[in-house]
């Protein structure tokens, strides 16, 4: 019992305790403690050491009072779960460190009311700002982000609304390439498992892949192109029903990784092999990152460069700098090929 009220007695350490315990005033503690460049680098040291020591931890809240700001940001992706928005999290998240900002992480499941909600949660925790992928569908949520003020950055995908700043990947390339590589080894009837029409980045891995059909004289077959969801379930039950359809294809482009590998189980489901059989192209590279048994030709689209790029665009909207100018960053894209292709030409 005697313990228990001990621990409940218990006083955090304050900047007055280290400055006791290291002779310094309170006001050098604080500026030591912020990193301060009028501080030596040794005073900083001893006295970051001792508040270390003393189990110090600074009030953000009161410094958020002060400052007007939270050292906050949130980012919103559709699905944490695929390893595409994982690698880009961990981007922002360890340069939001190294700002000293903490980063709040929210799934909008492809979804436009979880999406909302998720936006008013954010607001609600007064964060800085956002970095956001979003659903789409239509504008609503990015009114609302646009009317309440505060900054954000659209990821992967953009709007209509050249106000709005963005960062994506040439989509269009992208899906340019994917196609050219496997007309290249003589595919001709490749199936697209494209996300729906309403994602910018689907109408424009659409529009690659038509581009390069087009060039190589093969006529574009609208029954080869599939909108699926691109949560997972989506393009297995697409692919079944191809497959039961007796479409012909010999070749597979899918609109990210994860809808690929997808794929992929589904075909051996069905006793179709990768790449003897059909041969499988994939969007965002994951295996740069990840090691994956099978390896699957993708596209690679700087997914590092691309988030760091969004948090980078995102400070200067916190910080009112270049407020006059719209950033609209686009990140080059190429082909990586594996093992899930191969030619079929004689």
């Known amino acids: 019992m005697e313990k228990k009220n001990e621990r409940k007695s ?25 990193n301060k460049e009028d501080i030596s680098a040794s005073t ?39 390893p595409h928005f994982s690698i880009a999290l961990k981007e922002i998240e360890k340069a939001a460190r190294m700002q000293d ?15 909302k909600k998720a936006i008013l949660s954010a607001l609600s925790k007064n964060v800085d700002g956002i970095i956001i992928c979003p659903s ?36 269009e390339k992208g ?18 498992l494209n996300a729906h029409h309403t994602i910018s980045s689907a109408r424009e891995r659409l529009l690659g892949y038509k581009r390069a059909l087009i060039e190589w004289g093969v006529p574009v077959n609208d029954k080869l192109i599939r909108e699926v969801s691109n949560i997972s379930g989506g ?14 294809f010999t070749a597979i482009f899918a609109f990210n990784d994860m809808m690929a590998w997808e794929s992929i189980f589904t075909l051996e489901k069905n006793s179709i092999k990768v790449p003897e059989n059909i041969s499988v192209v994939g969007f965002d590279n994951i295996q740069s990152r990840f090691f994956i048994p099978f390896p699957l ?10 988030s760091r790029k969004a948090f980078e665009i995102l400070m200067k909207r916190i910080h009112k700098q270049n407020s006059e100018l719209h950033y609209h960053e686009v990140m080059d894209t190429k082909l990586v090929i594996r093992e899930s292709t191969r030619s079929i030409l004689v």
Do not use: C, W
């Open 235 to 248: 393009p297995r039950n697409e692919l079944h029903a191809v497959i039961k359809s007796k479409l012909h």
């Open 175 to 192: 899906g340019y390439l994917a196609t050219l590589h496997l007309l290249e080894q003589g595919h001709k009837n490749i199936l697209f």
């Open 44 to 82: 900083i040291k001893l006295i970051q050491e001792k508040a270390q020591e003393l189990g110090y931890i600074g009030n953000t809240l009161a410094g958020s009072l002060r400052s007007g700001m939270t050292k906050t940001i949130a980012v919103i992706v559709a699905d944490v779960s695929n």
């Open 10 to 34: 218990a006083k955090a350490t304050t900047l007055k305790d280290i400055a006791e315990q290291t002779g310094f005033t309170v006001n050098t503690v604080s500026r030591a403690l912020k």
């Open 136 to 171: 789409q569908g239509n504008d609503n949520n990015m009114d609302i982000l646009q009317r309440m003020g505060t900054p954000f950055v659209l990821l992967g995908r953009h709007l209509e609304n050249e106000t709005m700043d963005y960062v994506v990947s040439d989509d």
């Open 101 to 115: 900002y903490t980063t709040i992480i929210l799934n909008s499941y492809e979804d436009q009311d979880a999406e």
């Open 297 to 306: 030709t993708s596209i690679s689209n700087s997914k590092g460069k691309t």
